[in-house]
């Protein structure tokens, strides 16, 4: 059985900094396994973030250069570095893994899901 669960949410004033953390079990989050980050704010859809995809890390458009993803292999535990956070950047973060052949940075992409932690950025 695959679990993923996310810590590391909270409310940060803009252009703070959180790091998230993942910590799965039932499946390893090395060498060339797939996990990534969603997220999800109200009324929007859940959408990619960042993932390791076969290895490489990959990340969206509207991260890029503030969001980092790691991973600690020992520990089997997946990180989202997040900085210069924004108002936008508000939502409800889940860890993802497990390819299921779709796009990365669509749900449909993951099989296993976390339960998610929020993060808030007051203006």
């Known amino acids: 059985q695959v679990q993923l669960v996310e810590s590391g949410g909270g409310s940060v004033e803009a252009g703070g900094s959180l790091t998230l953390s993942c910590v799965v079990s039932?499946?390893?989050?090395?060498?060339?396994?797939?996990v990534g980050w969603f997220r999800q704010a109200p009324g929007k859809e859940r959408e990619g973030v960042a993932a390791f995809v076969i290895g490489t890390p990959v990340s969206s458009d509207s991260v890029k250069g503030r969001f980092t993803i790691s991973r600690d292999n020992a520990k089997n535990t997946v990180f989202l570095q997040m900085t210069n956070l924004t108002p936008e950047d508000a939502a409800m973060y889940y860890c993802?893994?497990?390819?299921?052949?779709?796009?990365?940075?669509?749900?449909?992409?993951?099989?296993?899901w976390g339960q998610g932690t929020q993060v808030t950025v007051s203006s």
């Open positions: 039932g499946y390893s989050v090395a060498n060339k396994n797939c």
């Open positions: 993802a893994a497990g390819w299921a052949g779709g796009r990365w940075n669509t749900p449909l992409g993951f099989n296993w």
